[in-house]
């Protein structure tokens, strides 16, 4: 059977969200054909027994491929990728789902008729553990438009992964081996697909994201979020080296710097001089020391100001 699309799902303990995820799916309502791929990673609850009840139900569409042993997020996600072999691929986590059956017969006939796109992407919602509604604006106002490779490099837009239609001829077959050291794997599947054409935003709701306690990104503090971008933020400088993708990385990394003196008030006393002392290196390596400077100017102050307070006491 030939597969316009690809669905690839990473699974991992998502047993609490792993159904609604699923039949999301193959509720599709498409006049192609798509197969949906998971990649199975040994959990320790009942995902396998409810992916095996699905691929009964649906053996032309749900392709399993369940681990033998558990190898991380990274592995599986390579793993999956190397299955790609339709035109289109679509992502959805075991813990998130789609919210309108006709997600990819939308998407697909947008790509289709608007060739100079490389993806497209929608709105979605962000949901809880209980799947409460907690926001409904993800997409802030800036981001419903269509972006180009550099507005992908410059910014960590929160684009929702499940909402996501990628061409996979824009795709590196086989991925970069440091592809997989990235903590943020999703910005830079986009920057690698937007080399070869534009985002194109799409006026309606796909998809929900999911929030909990047992998320890979969410159960993360902000400086740890921020840290990952910036270690996402170094294998991006060595892959995209032109020079109008390289000033793009610049104002990247200067808002994640940005972000991380905010995240300074949430650490130890004892690990404050040490954070700024690194984020002052970074600033210097990457010829972006005035902004670092203005940015931080007042958290120095502060930090020498209570410096000489506890001297005094």
Request: glycine share 2%; with cysteine; aromatic share 14%.
């Amino acid at each position: 059977m030939n597969y316009l699309v690809d669905i690839l799902m990473p699974v991992y303990n998502h047993e609490q969200f792993l159904e609604q995820a699923l039949q999301s799916i193959v509720s599709q309502k498409t006049n192609f054909n798509f197969r949906l791929v998971v990649g199975e990673d040994c959990s320790t609850d009942k995902s396998r027994q409810i992916i095996e009840k699905f691929q009964k139900n649906y053996p032309n569409i749900l392709v399993p491929f369940f681990r033998k042993k558990n190898i991380g997020a990274h592995q599986n996600s390579k793993l999956l990728f190397a299955e790609m072999a339709a035109k289109y691929v679509a992502i959805c986590e075991g813990d998130d789902y789609w919210t309108d059956p006709d997600k990819l017969q939308k998407q697909v006939d947008f790509l289709e008729s608007n060739t100079e796109f490389a993806m497209c992407f929608t709105k979605h919602i962000t949901i809880n553990q209980l799947g409460e509604v907690i926001d409904n604006k993800s997409n802030l106002v800036r981001l419903n438009r269509n972006l180009n490779h550099e507005d992908i490099l410059a910014n960590n837009y929160f684009i929702g992964t499940a909402s996501v239609l990628i061409k996979r001829e824009t795709l590196p077959q086989p991925f970069p081996t440091i592809y997989f050291n990235a903590p943020n794997g999703d910005y830079l599947l986009y920057s690698l697909a937007t080399k070869f054409g534009d985002v194109a935003f799409l006026d309606f709701n796909s998809a929900a994201y999911r929030i909990h306690d047992n998320g890979i990104w969410t159960s993360r503090n902000s400086a740890q979020k921020y840290w990952a971008m910036y270690k996402t933020f170094l294998i991006s400088v060595n892959l995209f080296k032109e020079k109008k993708e390289q000033l793009a990385l610049k104002q990247n990394l200067s808002k994640i710097l940005q972000h991380l003196t905010w995240a300074y008030f949430e650490l130890p006393k004892s690990e404050h001089f040490k954070f700024i002392i690194k984020s002052f290196f970074i600033s210097l390596r990457f010829g972006v020391l005035k902004t670092w400077l203005s940015i931080n100017s007042d958290l120095i102050n502060l930090f020498f100001k209570n410096k000489l307070r506890a001297k005094s006491t």
